[in-house]
């Protein structure tokens, strides 16, 4: 801690904050931390937490300063993550290490691969790693400093390029950005990401949920989007965008200056099929993809706008977590959603069989920050920073940065003995069971006699409570 504090680092810095643990397979737990400014890392068996292996390296793998963002994954027996490299955080990357080939990255001198970037989190999905962040927009004609959401998509079989051409860099890097607007004359744009959830499949749809956040000095507000992943490839299978010289617009790449075959695509799959890796790739195929990244087009989300909104203060959105299967037949979408005042927000998908995520009922919003258990050295931090849905406990489990707060996924005691006011909850989790005259939390394949209205919530031949 000594160094630490001699290189102008605070007291409270300068201790070891975990900001990796993740599974490295079935039985290992790979662990992370910033250890003084001097990141390092352990393998940990899974039953017992003992130590495994010698002590890694932690440098591109987790950052130096616990203030940083990071995501982290291990796919196909290799670890990818997006953090800083250094100790003054001005080295951003996306790199894949600790694996049977040389380790690769984005390019730290090249501001147009990450520009100041926030990262949220990581998706391993068909031949592709996905990387969702917020950065710096480089392509905002204004001067000051906009900034945007996005993905990245690189190749899991990337293998770099030659001696001449990114070297020990990702051949395959494409980013894009993603927007959440409300549809007008203008576009009133949620421009940042703040959480993303794992691929969900719905309806014959690979999707992600994602919140967003309005700009500091804009209205505040908060908006939850919902992007198909086949959408998002479209994209990046679509134009390029380049700036032509440092004070012009930027515009699409002509057709006629990509390179043939199209670059940015992986190694033995159309149209790179007679490649078997990306180090055998031509040398202006390479030289392309050393200066394009960008997409022109955005990812539009489904339907073309949010799917859930809410424009006050106190709906800033920080954290989601999403139930594809609520309810005792498991046919219904629910979506939590933490805050940044401890509020937890309970949404459902109404859309049915004929629309794709297109109708949003707001169900229930709860005040889940316990002062009692959450306090720390007297001070309240209120921030939602995790949620985790636990199914077979019928919980959600939610984090605070002192403590984890266990709620129920259905409040259904709170409507107890009064139908009416059960029924009218629209709760997928609660129906009345009329053998108890309760209203009851219905598991998933519950044997109980129960009624329930999800669609209408109709009451209106029921006496009040």
Known sequence: MSTCIALGKSEDGCHNFIKVLIKRNDDTLFICGTDAFSPSCRNYKMDTLEIEGEEIKGRGKCPYNPKDSNVALFAGGYLYSG???????????????????????????????????????????????????????????????????????????????????????????????LNCFVPSILNFYFNELQAVTDVVHINGHDVVFATFTTSEHSIPGSAVCAYDMLELDKVFSGRFKEQLSPFSIWTPVPGDQVPTPRPVSCAGSEPLEEYTSSNDFPDDILNFMKDYHLMDEGISSTESQPWFLRTKAKYQLTKIAVDVSAGPKENWIVVFLGSQTGMLLKVMDTSGENAFLSNSVFLEEMNVYN????????????TIVNMRLDKPSGALYVAFRHCIIKVPLGRCDLHGKCKKACIASRDPYCGWVQESEECKYLAPGDGHEFEQDIEHGNVNDMDGC
């Not at 391993?124 to 959401?149: K, P």
């Open 371 to 382: 002062p009692e258990k959450c306090q720390y050295n007297g001070q309240h931090e209120k």
């Open 83 to 177: 953090t800083t490299s250094d100790i003054r955080s001005t080295e951003p990357l996306i790199f894949r290490s600790l694996g049977d080939t040389p380790n690769l990255r984005t390019d730290k001198h090249n501001s147009q691969w990450l520009k100041e970037p926030n990262f949220i989190h990581v998706v391993d999905y068909g031949n592709y790693m996905y990387f969702f962040f917020r950065e710096v927009a480089i392509e905002a004609c204004d001067t000051g400093q906009l900034i945007v959401s996005r993905v990245a998509r690189i190749c899991k079989n990337d293998m770099g390029g030659n001696t001449a051409f990114l070297d020990e860099l990702w051949t395959s890097f494409l980013k894009a950005r």
